[in-house]
């Protein structure tokens, strides 16, 4: 059995997701993540998953072309992400295409990594009469205008986000981000960088905002996503006050973790729907026999959307998407 499938003892066993990815100074990397829409040149028509040409014209041209390696969620499915090195092509619900960039050391290997990125979508989109729009809100499509992209989570999130709140699905298929991944050294560095930075998202929010149009029209604020995000799922959102205090640790944001709404789970790379249960109740009691495993933490640990996201990685999460030189200012 492998640690990602080691069951779960107890609380304890939850910090070693956190302690497992401390590292020295010296070792330290930034990376970035970049959403951005694909559309028809002219008429602005969203890119659709399915259609030809799709999302999935695109990734097959860069698998073709520059040597990225195909992922689908299982054998034989559906292409949804691509993956070279240390960095990762994804989708997001409405088929936003996002650059997972690699762990690099400085800002300009940042740069130069989104740079080269764009580079490579420029001759397909040229192609294909494409654009590509940094925003961090679809600025013409309605829900009607969108498919969605066949990932087992994404059905599942279809169905109980609007449960949850009146913006659910706008989040998934309306709105995209760019977001910073920062290392951390122990506990007390990664809970410092989580405390400050969650009571600067507001700021960061205020700075990135681009996000002024909504189905064709300016809406009257600067940031659609963001006002957006204030309806989605409350109790998986926002800012965290539980970490706020000095000398918060792990289990501050563990305890806080533990208590929203899980997806569901996989086993043997199926999906488990277990909608609404909190990771507390599957820890102790379980679900329809399974128990929780280490695998199943991070899985809910990365289903959860604070402003700011501990992780392996500290995530920076409160930005609109933007272009390229304020896209490297975050």
Not at 55 to 62: E, G, M, S
Not at 154 to 177: E, K, N
Not at 243 to 261: I, K, M, N, Q, R
Not at 268 to 287: A, D, K
């Amino acid at each position: 059995m492998s640690d990602h499938d080691a069951v779960l003892r107890g609380d304890d066993d939850l910090f070693e997701l956190f302690r497992a990815s401390e590292k020295p100074a010296e070792q330290w990397r930034i990376g970035a993540e970049c959403e951005k829409f694909g559309v028809f040149r002219g008429s602005g028509a969203p890119l659709h998953y399915r259609g030809e040409p799709g999302v999935p014209t695109v990734l097959h041209t860069l698998v073709e072309r520059h040597s990225w390696e195909p992922e689908p969620e299982s054998p034989g499915g559906p292409l949804i992400a691509l993956r070279r090195a240390r960095g990762s092509i994804t989708l997001e619900p409405g088929g936003q295409l996002e650059l997972s960039g690699a762990p690099l050391l400085d800002i300009h290997a940042v740069a130069h990594e989104a740079r080269g990125h764009l580079d490579e979508l420029r001759s397909i989109s040229d192609e294909l009469g494409l654009a590509w729009v940094g925003l961090g809100f679809h600025p013409l499509a309605r829900q009607a205008d969108l498919d969605w992209v066949p990932k087992a989570r994404y059905g599942i999130m279809q169905v109980y986000l609007p449960s949850r709140g009146a913006h659910g699905l706008d989040m998934m298929r309306r709105t995209a981000t760019v977001q910073a991944n920062y290392d951390y050294r122990d506990e007390a560095d990664a809970m410092r960088k989580l405390r400050v930075s969650l009571k600067l998202a507001p700021v960061t929010t205020a700075m990135f905002a681009n996000s002024p149009f909504y189905e064709g029209q300016r809406w009257g604020g600067r940031s659609y996503r963001a006002y957006a995000w204030l309806d989605v799922d409350n109790s998986r959102a926002g800012l965290v006050p539980a970490v706020w205090h000095e000398g918060s640790t792990y289990a501050d944001y563990v305890e806080w973790a533990l208590d929203v709404p899980m997806f569901l789970f996989k086993r043997g790379g199926q999906p488990v729907e277990n909608t609404g249960q909190s990771f507390r109740s599957f820890l102790r009691h379980g679900f329809r026999g399974h128990r929780a495993s280490a695998g199943d933490w991070e899985m809910h640990v990365n289903t959860i959307f604070p402003e700011v996201r501990l992780k392996r990685t500290l995530e920076i999460r409160g930005a609109d998407c933007q272009s390229l030189p304020t896209l490297n200012a975050l």
